[in-house]
Nanobody
């Protein structure tokens, strides 16, 4: 199983970024996918998750209305569209999948929101 995140970077407050996570080594369409983040000095927290066959995504209260998780099963990719970014969104963002009862993490992508 391999998860490769991309799309992070430096953005000003109020700006937008779209993160991507390319998955391989498992049946992507059968797996729920999640995005987590970890800010400096803090624990890793769930940002958003999406089921394998659609349904209602779940979001942390802190990002509701600003972030959107989506997936393209034909491309084995999950996305996180982040709008109206705030300095407190600064963190390393990780893609996460569970396959055959084992959890897998990507290497993370840094998002920095600063003027």
């Amino acid at each position: 199983v391999q998860l490769v995140e991309s799309g992070g970077g430096l953005v000003q407050p109020g700006g937008s970024l779209r993160l991507s996570c390319a998955a391989s080594g498992f049946t992507f369409s059968s797996s729920a996918m999640s995005w987590y983040r970890q800010a400096p000095g803090k624990g890793r927290e769930l940002v958003a998750s999406i089921g394998s066959v659609g349904g209602m995504p779940n979001y942390a209260d802190s990002v509701k209305g600003r972030f959107t998780i989506s997936r393209d099963n034909a491309k084995n990719t999950v996305y996180l569209q982040m709008n109206s970014l705030k300095p407190e969104d600064t963190a390393v963002y990780y893609c996460y999948a569970v396959w055959r009862l084992i959890g897998y993490w990507g290497q993370g992508t840094q998002v920095t929101v600063s003027s």
